[in-house]
């Protein structure tokens, strides 16, 4: 088990500067998808393919870096690839995962992962960043 502990109240706009805070930069996507393929080859993992799609995200001012990639391996290798991607890429969401096995008996399963990026646009201030949020005052 792991300790639980309190977590202080944050105001709209602290939780907002945060989530902007914690984007990556669009100008280095192609960088962290080589951190991807990087630690699939180190995780024992086969990657081959991806699709890549770039949404841009107006309301929010940022961009959603979808990409999609079958991998193949052991349910360990997977996992422990899944796990250091969201560590090494902290602005990365694990969004879907579907696993199909050839047999029961066998130990290499095929999953189709998608993850998204969450970046900034251009690096230009998101809309509302540093006065709250649209609409609202902006308080806690």
Not at 50 to 71: H, L, Q
């Amino acid at each position: 088990m792991y300790p639980l502990s309190a977590t202080p109240r944050m105001s709209e706009r602290d939780r907002l500067k945060a989530f902007y805070d914690g984007l990556g930069d669009i100008h280095y996507v192609e960088q962290q998808v080589k951190t991807i393929f990087s630690l699939a080859s180190t995780s024992g993992v086969a990657l081959a393919q991806a699709d890549y799609r770039m949404t841009e995200e107006k309301a929010g001012g940022f961009s959603a870096y979808r990409i999609r990639f079958p991998v193949k391996g052991s349910y360990k290798a997977v996992r422990q690839f899944c796990m250091q991607v969201l560590m090494a890429i902290p602005f990365a969401s694990l969004d879907e995962l579907q696993f199909k096995r050839a047999a029961v008996s066998s130990e290499v399963i095929e999953v189709n992962l998608q993850l998204t990026l969450y970046l900034n646009n251009e690096g230009s201030a998101p809309r509302g960043a540093g006065a709250g949020l649209p609409g609202k005052d902006g308080g806690s």
